[in-house]
């Protein structure tokens, strides 16, 4: 600040008025066009002794400390219409202690002190109220504010969430294979549920009884079944969709996440058809199944190719759990689900005989089931629309070689429907190893360039 302007704040009157403010991530996206969605920083300055804000700003980047003081001197000599008159504070009172230390000096120069709040509530209540007016009244509470759930447990939760989406146990279990789970070891049986086989969601379901996971596979009108069955989840999406209280607890803590498209995202669903809050029992119910259910998915429960082996297994669990163990049994006693296993078995054989020329290792082999099982919907859904039979078969020697492509070339490390997005590719393999035939080249762009429309279609959802 020149020394011109700081004199001038020196010289105004000064009362004996405390202001108390803040400097955060504001409880709004902003979605430039064609840029990504960012969370602006909000500067809240309010003056205790009038109830008037002095300071309310906006910033697309977190303002340097410098900036911020020429924030608070601006409030001081040009105060917003009703926001009271030209004058100094006795004492500004911030809850950035990092800020306190840079601003403490500066602040001094003109007689104002500053010093560290850990906690104002009048603060945090006009924000909650800024932030049910910039989202229409929609605001979601945090993780945090379930009773009995303490710090230590939500970073377990959060570092748990990580270790699931990296283990990645979708790419050997499909949503067939629910797992009985036990948490406590010695408490009433829930059902798990993974998700992501077919590489649209991914995540972990869980069923509060057997009643809520028959409904899953036999209740087919979605809206139906959200009116009858209790239901929890964790799926991972962008952060937008998450609570602001959970973004900045995660931002204030160093709590990880997997990816930018990798925030753990909670949901609960109970009748008839409302959402609910987690519990702290259910945070730590999915705290030590995220945490465990890997390791049983590939220790205990795969078998040889694509088949699943009966399995139990006990888990202990860190201190956070207060030395509670977690316990699954595999499989389910169902019938209704064993019907449905039986049924796709042959489609399991399918995709094996699909794929014998796709995969070299077991990471290789749990990609290429994946990318054989959505082809083979892809396929399903072409022939839904009726086409002829000979047509069909052209599409299925061409989804052949689109998935022989794909695991040979393509490069990926996971598998997601986006990855036939784009086509038609690999052109050149296709002439080098197929056929140079014009005819040929332009049925395998066209079944490429159905199945990216099929691929945004099903994003349209």
């Not at 209540?125 to 379930?146: F, K, Y």
């Not at 888990?315 to 030395?323: E, G, Q, S, T």
């Amino acid at each position: 600040m020149k020394l011109r302007s700081l004199d001038k704040a020196a010289e105004l009157p000064q009362t004996k008025a405390t202001w108390q403010g803040t400097l955060r991530l504001a409880p709004a996206w902003i979605a430039p066009r064609g840029k990504p969605k960012y969370r602006p920083y909000v500067m809240f300055v309010l003056d205790t002794e009038s109830d008037l804000i002095r300071l309310l700003a906006m910033e697309e980047q977190r303002p340097a400390p410098e900036a911020v003081f020429s924030l608070l001197t601006n409030a001081m000599a040009k105060p917003t219409p009703g926001a009271g008159s030209r004058n100094r504070p006795a004492r500004i009172m911030l809850d950035d202690r990092e800020l306190v230390e840079a601003l403490t000096p500066r602040l001094a120069e003109i007689g104002v002190r500053c010093d560290y709040a850990a906690s104002m509530p009048v603060v945090d209540t006009l924000l909650r109220d800024l932030t049910a007016r910039m989202n229409d009244g929609d605001v979601r509470s945090g993780l945090m504010a379930a009773p009995g759930v303490t710090q230590p447990l939500l970073g377990e939760f959060y570092a748990a969430a990580v270790h699931f989406y990296e283990q990645a146990p979708w790419r050997w279990v499909d949503n067939l294979a629910a797992i009985e789970v036990r948490y406590p070891a010695n408490g009433p049986v829930r059902y798990a549920v993974i998700m992501g086989f077919g590489g649209q969601e991914f995540g972990l379901a869980m069923y509060l009884t057997a009643k809520d996971l028959k409904l899953q596979y036999v209740e087919l009108d979605p809206e139906r079944l959200m009116r009858k069955m209790t239901a929890m989840s964790v799926t991972y999406c962008e952060p937008d969709l998450l609570a602001f209280d959970d973004l900045d607890m995660i931002a204030k803590h160093g709590w990880p996440v997997a990816g930018p498209k990798a925030y753990p995202l909670t949901m609960k669903s109970v009748p008839p058809g409302e959402l609910s809050p987690f519990s702290s029992a259910e945070i730590a119910l999915f705290a030590a199944a995220l945490r465990t259910l890997p390791d049983f998915v590939t220790q205990h429960l795969r078998g040889e190719g694509a088949t699943l082996r009966a399995a139990e297994a006990t888990y202990p669990l860190p201190n956070v759990h207060a030395n509670q163990q977690i316990a699954y049994r595999y499989p389910t006693d169902v019938p209704e689900l064993a019907a449905l296993r039986d049924n796709t078995s042959a489609n399991d054989e399918e995709i094996e005989r699909m794929i014998e020329q796709w995969f070299w290792d077991e990471p290789s082999h749990a990609f290429a089931r994946q990318v054989s099982a959505f082809l083979l919907d892809f396929l399903n859904d072409l022939e839904m629309t009726g086409v002829s039979r000979q047509t069909l078969r052209k599409h299925e020697q061409n989804c052949w070689l689109i998935g022989k492509f794909t695991c040979d070339y393509g490069g990926f490390n996971a598998f997601t429907p986006a990855i036939f997005q784009g086509g038609p590719r690999y052109l050149n393999e296709f002439r080098r190893k197929v056929s140079s035939s014009a005819g040929a080249l332009t049925a395998y762009q066209a079944t490429w360039r159905k199945l990216d429309r099929y691929v945004r279609d099903l994003n349209k959802f």
